[in-house]
């Protein structure tokens, strides 16, 4: 299948039911190859979008997954970036590190039929799907999806309110880390999270390729001249880094992303980094913002997470391939 740039125009009728108005979105859903993207239209887009974020403006996009290209429907309507690059000699669809969920995304309505031509759409040369679809793009049950937990916090309450709903454990090891004399600051080195989050994540260190950390470095960086990124971090009273995350956020969409969290082990032992997350939820308490954890099916992670009083919103994940998925982690992570 050849990229093309020429993108009819689309007809928007409205079928109103007595429930609720069902928008009908015709029209062309043509692939689009990186250079021929249209970035403005593609940042309106994201910018009209309710399930949009800031991982999935075309600037960060460029940064974190070089060469993406895109399937578009009529003039930049719905849209549904492609992270396509080859591997061991396979043309690969393959979610990228460090961005949970893509999928498709627009003004219009996202309905399963629309899904369904946007995966008709997808290039045949490629040989491995493992893509991972938004909250909001419904699938019906098939074989080729499963439903992965994300967990997320609405901060529209009190501080007292929210912290109510913390588990006993997790109020325990906060009372811990109050007597630890932490010191927190909200200007942190993006540079220095990543070098701790290189050194102490046990499940993925030696297996991440530089070129993936480089790209993040490069990502994060500019979003915090965008004003789209915060680094928190904490030290002990010797200077010490203990932990630190990466919250990046799209003012438009009021989603704040965990993106990255880094402990060191004397971290985790004061329980730095459940403090540094309490510390922000202190600080945003009552707002229209939702905290999402980016995370996890891994049940600790998620167990963690869920001890904020967070709940799960459900994403697909989307796979289609010519040989076993456990491979994956041979594409993944290089």
Partial sequence: MEFQN???PTVEEADKTKSKSKVILRGSIVPVAHDLIDRQKWDDCVDQSPNGTVCLYSWFLDLLCPQWSALVLGDYVLVMPLPIRSKYGFQVLLQPLFIQQLGVFGAGTVHHDIIRRFIRKIPSNIRLIDYHFNHLNSFPDCRSVQHYPNLVLSLNKTYTDL???YSVNL????????????????DGDSHQVISLFRRY??????TISEKWYRNLQRVIDESQSRGMAEIWTVKDAG?????GIVLLHSPKHKRMILNLIAQSDTGRNVHAGAWLIDQYIQEYAGEELIFDFEGSKDRGVARYYNSFGAAPEYYPRYHKALFPLSILTLFHFR
């Fill in 171 to 186: 109020r325990r090891k906060l009372r811990k880390a109050n007597k630890s004399n932490l010191v927190m600051y909200m």
């Fill in 239 to 243: 200077d010490q880094l203990l932990a």
């Fill in 163 to 165: 912290h109510e709903a």
């Fill in 6 to 8: 020429n993108i009819e």
């Fill in 201 to 206: 994540n046990k499940k993925v260190l030696g």
